[in-house]
């Protein structure tokens, strides 16, 4: 696994603004990204860390695919960070 390629997509996709974080979730095409309730928000972090970190790692293998196949998110930001 690219830990450090996962690191820096979690670090682009902070930078974004709700609107553009709302975008993305549209965007991708097998996301089970959600808003979650306050309740299922709870309930993950009583979840063992093992667990926890295995749901995340399978939602980020999920945005490398995106990043690494898709060029849309380099349209969103053209100009800013990337130059081409």
Same mark, same amino acid.
């Given at each position: 696994?690219?830990?450090? @390629? ?15 974080? *709302? ?6 095409? *097998?996301?089970?990204?959600?808003? @979650? ?15 926890? !970190?295995?749901?995340?790692? !399978? ?6 695919? *995106?990043?690494? *196949?898709?060029?849309?998110? !380099? ?10």
């Amino acid at each position: 696994m690219n830990t450090v @390629l996962i690191d820096s997509i979690v670090q682009l996709i902070q930078t974004l603004s709700p609107q553009e974080q *709302h975008l993305l979730i549209q965007k991708l095409p *097998h996301s089970q990204i959600k808003e @979650l309730s306050l309740e299922a928000r709870c309930a993950f972090l009583k979840k063992p860390i093992a667990e926890r !970190r295995a749901m995340l790692a !399978r939602q980020a293998e999920g945005l490398i695919d *995106h990043y690494e *196949h898709s060029s849309e998110w !380099r349209d969103l930001m053209a100009g800013d960070i990337i130059d081409g």
